[in-house]
């Protein structure tokens, strides 16, 4: 007889971390399958995931559609070099229709991973700094938010400017913060050697922080009297989290470069992109930018499976609908509870902030994990967020809420 060896958690993550660099703050499950809302450990245990690779898994797990896309296009095709055009190409009209700029004659530039997009548009401000806008060599600056976060090169870093890697130092010189969700610190904040401001529309991994309404809308007014690039992250508010497609739509404060990421690559490998009109984003000549990966073809078909998938299930309204009622329903539910300061959110990326009283979120995350079998992630100390698929249905909805109650409810 055939005894099968049943994988345990602990043991395996024991065997994993002997040869693996772990730099996250882990939690004690190792998963083997997903789909749509759910993860499977290698106990056969199931989890409701409502973190979904930091919203990169917008549309849930291992979407149909995705995985066709994906199937078609790697025995067709693999990468063929930069060096070449190839037929995925033909997706960047798609890319700029769907980001909203196909009327000013926009472009757009790939790049693989979300910090790569943000280090581009970086790239971009600079060159534009010195070649359009002729400030002194090496004085341009940048202005961006406290509390920001743009992914962990060392470009990102000093774009947040966040204390916490103050042993990368050195960083990288022309950054300034100012605080988050005042327009009149950016206006102050601007002086001859600026040339551009990049936000988050909301801060996600900052808390879930919600500027207060006609933020966006300002800064991209006092940007464009100061004729500087008005530059927006949405490589996690983007893809219909916040319920619209991209979140500057709700305040129509359009960007003139706006980072997309994420889901951009279905969540199955990473895909990124910096679009704009044609005058400002094809300004770096050949040569100056590019990435071996960037643009190849299964990106580019994954990128389009996700476009349609998006517009098929309409994923800014389900996002919006089923925000609305998520977040009305935890206020019912939990909302009185001492634990709990507010909930905050806008489609579906909520934070619950937790009280003074409270202990720190981690320790309310892995309850959650471990007990209820519901993946979310903390962002700081007090703020739990909530960000499930776009497309998460009613019943398992209500689930996740069950679920909140039982940890942090009276
Ligand atoms: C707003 C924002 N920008 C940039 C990034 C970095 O993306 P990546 O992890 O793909 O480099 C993230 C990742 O969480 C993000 O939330």
């Not at 900052?206 to 927006?232: D, H, M, Q, T, W």
């Not at 100390?381 to 776009?390: E, M």
Request: hydrophobic share 40%.
């Amino acid at each position: 007889m055939i005894v099968l060896k049943k994988m345990n958690n602990q043991k395996l993550i024991k065997a994993i971390e002997k040869y693996f660099v772990n730099t996250y703050h882990r939690q004690e499950i190792a998963a083997k399958k997903a789909a749509g809302s759910f993860i499977e450990d290698v106990e056969g245990n199931l989890y409701l995931d409502w973190l979904c690779n930091y919203s990169a898994a917008a549309a849930g797990h291992c979407h149909p559609k995705i995985i066709k896309a994906i199937k078609e296009q790697a025995g067709t095709m693999d990468a063929v070099s930069n060096v070449v055009y190839h037929t995925g190409l033909q997706v960047a009209e798609k890319i700029v229709d769907f980001c909203g700029y196909k009327t000013q004659q926009g472009k757009v530039l790939f790049m693989n991973s979300g910090s790569e997009a943000v280090e581009a548009a970086i790239k971009i401000a600079r060159i534009t700094a010195y070649t359009g806008k002729g400030i002194a060599r090496n004085k341009a600056e940048i202005i961006s938010a406290k509390n920001s976060f743009h992914g962990r090169t060392p470009g990102a870093i000093a774009l947040s400017g966040d204390s916490i890697y103050k042993n990368f130092e050195p960083h990288l010189p022309g950054f300034r913060q100012i605080p988050f969700g005042d327009s009149e610190a950016l206006k102050k904040a601007i002086n001859k050697n600026t040339c551009a401001a990049v936000l988050e529309p909301i801060q996600a991994e900052g808390g879930v922080n919600i500027p207060p309404s006609g933020y966006l809308r300002e800064c991209r007014e006092i940007c464009k009297n100061a004729e500087i690039l008005f530059i927006l992250d949405e490589i996690q508010t983007g893809f219909g989290r916040t319920g619209a497609k991209f979140c500057w739509q709700h305040e129509n404060a359009q960007p003139d470069l706006m980072l997309g990421g994420k889901f951009a690559g279905g969540n199955q490998i990473p895909v990124s992109f910096v679009v704009g009109p044609k005058d400002i984003i094809d300004i770096i000549p050949s040569g100056l930018h590019g990435s071996t990966y960037g643009a190849n073809p299964l990106g580019c078909a994954i990128i389009k499976a996700v476009i349609e998938v998006f517009e098929e299930e309409k994923l800014d309204q389900q996002a919006k609908k089923t925000g609305e009622y998520l977040l009305k329903k935890l206020e019912e539910e939990i909302g009185d509870s001492p634990l709990v300061k507010e909930i905050r959110g806008k489609g579906l990326l909520i934070g619950i902030e937790l009280s003074a009283k409270a202990k720190k979120a981690r320790k309310y995350t892995e309850e959650l994990l471990q007990k209820e079998h519901l993946l979310v992630k903390e962002r700081g100390d007090k703020v739990i967020a909530l960000t499930p698929q776009l497309n998460i249905q009613r019943d398992l909805v209500n689930k996740g809420i069950e679920k909140i109650k039982k940890v942090l409810g009276k």
